[in-house]
């Protein structure tokens, strides 16, 4: 791996998107540092979970919907086995690796994620034979808001059109999340990639983690004079990593000892009697406590999705609250900072709000009436101070976009 200078001369600001903040221009990074104009550039955009939480390795349902902050990637194909990868968003310069060279878990840093995409892509027989690429990104990092699916995405968007690979969407998805699983190592989910190469502007996306099955929900909270704000608490507690397959192997038992393949095949209708019967077999507290989340949050996105449908918003802000309790109290993955928000939020008039991702820091949605939504945010900031905590990040979240060729 080599190492170059970064570029001079920082790209014109720019967005395309309501609601996106500015940010730099990847095409003029690509033409300093590689000295020619990029083939194309891509946008995916990170997303917000609105619910459906740790329900994505249980084959079950989220609701996910695009922001307006994307990753952008200025690329260019080649074909001597060479990828160069540059990030406007971190130091370091020009990282520079061999296709064939390319193997899991072998460091790599940031560059792992676009190069892991790259590797996955050729692991599943696609013949990319390198590339150029320069990105940069308005995703807020380490948020919970998926700044690392933005970046795989994007990645593999632009591999595919440039490399005619003729791939859909949820093989975009699915190239990015193996390069997170595989070769960069982190076990996430499906749900960030989809969301980030499927989802579409002013919608939610229902999506069935089982079978990829998907619909697109209209979701227009300011047609409806509503904002859902995202706050993000920009903590991250260390606790976070061992606890997410501390829960995985806890929702894993839970349906093993119900004779279950997975959690998503025990109805909500017959949750009450499970529980009993978990119980009776001495299953672990923790165990019941999976059970009874990730089948209650299965079923909160169903509610959610026939309240989107019948245009009731502001009946969602209930179940929000709902999904936090169940979060806090039976997955417990929350942490101080993030209840806080919803308290504060609840207690200054909010609708509803909750955790959302993994937790243990990251962000909380928050659903608020227009009017009321500075007041508010203004409530959130005031509590976090009064905590003694750094000011929380707050921006209001627009439905947007999914995946796309920008030029
Ligand atoms: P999240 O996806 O919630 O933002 P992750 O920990 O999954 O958090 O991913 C964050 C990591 O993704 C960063 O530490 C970095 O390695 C990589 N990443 C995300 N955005 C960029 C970017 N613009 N440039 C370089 N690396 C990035
Ligand atoms: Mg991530």
Aim: charged letters at 20%.
């Amino acid at each position: 791996m080599t190492a170059t200078a970064e570029p001079t001369a920082t790209a014109a600001a720019q967005s395309d998107a309501a609601g996106e903040p500015a940010g730099t221009d990847p095409a003029a990074a690509f033409a300093e540092l590689y000295g020619r104009e990029p083939e194309g550039i891509w946008a995916a955009p990170g997303r917000v979970n609105l619910i459906g939480e740790y329900t994505d390795f249980n084959d079950g349902f989220v609701m996910p919907f695009a922001l307006p902050h994307t990753a952008r990637a200025a690329v260019s194909r080649r074909d001597d086995g060479v990828l160069r990868l540059y990030s406007s968003d971190v130091p370091g310069g020009v990282v520079s690796l061999r296709v064939d060279e390319l193997a899991p878990h072998s460091g790599h840093g940031w560059a792992a994620y676009p190069a892991g995409v790259l590797w996955a892509l050729r692991a599943a027989g696609h013949p990319v034979t390198g590339a150029d690429i320069a990105l940069t990104s308005t995703v807020p990092t380490g948020a919970g808001l998926s700044s690392s699916a933005a970046l795989e995405t994007v990645t593999a968007l632009a591999l595919n059109d440039l490399f005619e690979l003729g791939l859909t969407p949820a093989q975009i998805a699915v190239a990015g999340r193996r390069a997170e699983n595989d070769f960069v190592g982190v076990p996430c989910g499906i749900m960030d990639q989809m969301a980030s190469a499927c989802c579409a502007e002013g919608h939610a996306l229902h999506l069935d983690t089982r079978d990829l099955s998907l619909r697109q929900v209209p979701f227009d909270p300011a047609a409806r004079g509503l904002t859902l704000l995202v706050v993000d608490t920009r903590v991250k507690h260390a606790l976070g990593d061992g606890a997410y397959a501390e829960r995985r192997a806890g929702c894993e038992e839970g349906a093993r000892l119900l004779g279950l393949p997975m959690l998503r095949d025990l109805p909500y209708e017959e949750l009450a009697t499970a529980l009993t019967t978990l119980a009776d077999a001495g299953a672990d507290e923790s165990v019941i406590r999976c059970v009874r989340h990730v089948v209650g949050d299965n079923h909160r996105v169903e509610q959610v999705v026939a309240l989107l449908d019948a245009g009731d918003l502001r009946a969602v802000g209930p179940l929000l609250n709902e999904g936090h309790v169940s979060l806090r109290d039976d997955l417990r993955v929350s942490c101080p900072e993030l209840d806080l928000v919803v308290e504060a939020a609840n207690a200054a008039g909010a609708l509803g709000a909750r955790m959302t991702g993994g937790g243990f820091g990251g962000s909380a949605v928050v659903l608020v009436e227009e009017a009321v939504a500075g007041t508010v945010a203004g409530a959130v900031v005031e509590a976090f101070a009064a905590a003694g905590h750094a000011a929380p990040g707050i921006f209001d979240a627009i439905p947007s976009a999914g995946a796309r060729r920008l030029r």
